[in-house]
């Protein structure tokens, strides 16, 4: 195949350099008789870091939806998925060397008839340690909890499960070299999963500032899905007649969602970019999620990086694109740094050395 050139500002440096691709990986050595494929500010492949591959509205989804799914993200730039949770097995995705890289993580684990149907395994308090070590077992190296969800009983936000049961599922995840992730949109569930040594929140609306200090210190991640947490107003609508006490936890969780993304900035967590595609928001749309990120007050290069070389370290790819690294990257035609806008118009989205958009 006939080598590739690019050139242009190369981030997150962003010196002037002409890039090579040869055999899918990056060079700087000059290539004799090189095609030049484009030139503009080159950006690492993005990262969605919580999307949901494989699963719709009533859950999985054939594969010929989930190449579409998968195909709509790439045509955004993100070139590695993080999933947070499907119920249709994706493993075939690893074999397509024109869809994006995804990093697995099974199916929900959450408490029976706690969730959304057809989600996830509904499972009691003594079943979740042996599904997480399956889980742990069948995927990429992520194993994604249900949190907290609505209990009908007490018409309001509950964690799914005991905290010793979170602890012992954590810790047999580890066991089987796992992280754990979690869904989380209140307080109650919070400290004991942070005690129990979890490795990433979702959403973490309920944070507070002693906890977020935990987190930094202690290296948890969080994914704050932020047009998630938009549709709050809408969710506490829905439940207001018959849940009037889980309408007000969304209502204040909504408006303080704001403070906590900032004061975990200020922490100093490590925050990622997840679009939380496959659930309420359509694939596609990460580009929308760095906005919303950036538009609530978190500087635009640091959402910048979360979304492409700090997500990918992360997640144990290149973070930049050095001599001999994956030729997974993006051309823009302007800065994404001052104007984060160009993310939802690429030039070119180059996938394992080849354009694929």
């Keep these: 195949m006939r080598p590739l050139r690019f050139s242009g500002p190369v981030l997150p440096h962003g010196e002037h350099r002409d890039v090579y691709v040869v055999d899918g990986a990056i060079t700087y050595e000059v290539q004799t008789g090189a095609e030049t494929a ?3 500010w080159i950006v690492p492949g993005l990262v969605d870091a919580h999307n949901h591959l494989g699963l719709d509205d009533g859950g999985a989804v054939d594969d010929a939806e989930t190449e579409r ?28 060397d024109d869809l994006p890289r995804l990093v697995r993580c099974g199916r929900h684990l959450a408490r029976t008839r706690r969730y959304i149907r057809n989600f996830g395994h509904e499972v009691e308090p003594d079943q979740l340690p042996g599904y997480v070590a399956r889980e742990a077992q069948a995927g990429d190296g992520w194993v994604k909890l249900v949190g907290d969800w609505i209990s009908r009983e007490d018409g309001d936000l509950r964690p799914s499960f005991p905290q010793e049961t979170f602890a012992e599922a954590i810790a047999i995840a580890h066991e089987h070299g796992a992280k754990v992730t979690a869904h989380c949109f209140g307080r109650e569930v919070l400290q004991g999963l942070l005690d129990a040594g979890i490795d990433c929140i979702e959403h973490g609306t309920g944070l507070t500032v002693d906890q977020l200090d935990q987190m930094a210190a202690r290296g948890v991640a969080l994914v704050p ?27 204040d969780l909504y408006a303080r969602r704001r403070e906590v993304l900032l004061a975990a900035h200020e922490a100093g967590v490590e925050m990622f970019v997840g679009s939380d595609g496959g659930g309420p928001t359509r694939h596609g749309h990460l580009p929308g999620e760095v906005l919303a990120m950036a538009e609530m007050g978190l500087p635009a290069e640091d959402v910048l990086a979360a979304a492409s070389w700090r997500g990918r370290e992360w997640l144990g790819w290149n973070g930049g694109l050095e001599e001999g690294a994956p030729a997974d990257f993006v051309v823009y035609d302007r800065d994404p740094r001052s104007d984060l806008g160009v ?14 958009a």
């Design 38 to 40: 484009a030139s503009g």
């Design 225 to 251: 899905t932020v047009m998630q947490t938009a549709k709050f107003p809408e969710f506490s609508a829905g439940g207001r007649d018959k849940f009037p006490a889980y309408s007000d936890t969304m209502d």
């Design 343 to 356: 993310l939802y118009e690429p030039t070119r989205v180059v996938l394992r050395g080849r354009v694929v």
């Design 69 to 96: 799914q998968a195909l709509a993200d790439r045509a955004v730039g993100a070139l590695l998925l993080r999933d947070c949770g499907s119920p249709a097995d994706t493993r075939w995705v690893h074999e397509r």
